[in-house]
């Protein structure tokens, strides 16, 4: 390598010098493969029920991840997950909960990305998932949670479709 005006440059047969990468076209090349939609749940016990999530984004080609944590039991884990979710692609997250449906909101509170509150029944539920229903339902205000009916995953894979395509 010659110097040339403070500016280093490829010796005569030298191979060229590496160029750095801009680090936003390198972040737009990452976003290509990553998941677009989150779907968390509390619990390994909703795995049946947000399935139908999963099923419907993957009929429909959209990249996701699923992961089950808990608003009351890992609160650092959801709050880093939710802060971190626009960082690394997503777009739109689903929440599955059941009982006092904290999920949806705790998510919420940390992302200023969509999110979808699915309420979830389950053999302590209050009149068939009604306590899920109106906790996701009821947020205050500064702290937006869509909410669809309960058991309705495969509803809120719909909308997380046309949220992405709006």
């Known amino acids: 390598?010659?110097?040339?005006?403070?500016?280093?440059?490829?010796a005569e047969g030298a191979p060229e010098a590496l160029v750095e990468p801009d680090p936003q076209e390198a972040f737009e090349e990452l976003e290509l493969d990553a998941?677009?939609?989150?779907?968390?749940?509390?619990?390994?016990?909703?795995?049946e029920a947000m399935d139908?999530?999963?099923k419907e984004l993957t009929e429909r080609g959209i990249l996701h991840e699923v992961r089950v944590?808990?608003?009351?039991?890992?609160?650092d884990l959801v709050a880093d997950y939710a802060?971190?979710?626009?960082?690394?692609?997503?777009?739109v997250i689903i929440a599955g909960a059941g009982l006092s449906?904290?999920?949806p909101g705790v998510v919420a509170a940390h992302s200023?990305?969509?999110v979808i509150g699915v309420p979830l029944t389950s053999s302590k539920s209050v009149a068939g998932g009604l306590d899920a229903l109106l906790s996701i339902a009821q947020m205050p205000p500064g702290v937006p949670v869509a909410c669809v009916g309960v058991d309705s995953a495969k509803n809120a894979a719909v909308l997380a479709a046309r949220i992405l395509n709006a």
Request: charged residues 25%; positive net charge.
């Open 83 to 91: 802060r971190n979710a626009k960082m690394r692609g997503l777009r």
């Open 69 to 75: 944590m808990s608003a009351h039991r890992d609160p």
């Open 112 to 114: 200023t990305l969509p």
């Open 101 to 103: 449906a904290a999920l």
């Open 1 to 10: 390598m010659t110097e040339e005006r403070g500016h280093a440059t490829p």
């Open 35 to 47: 998941p677009r939609v989150g779907i968390v749940m509390g619990s390994k016990s909703d795995m």
């Open 52 to 54: 139908a999530a999963a």
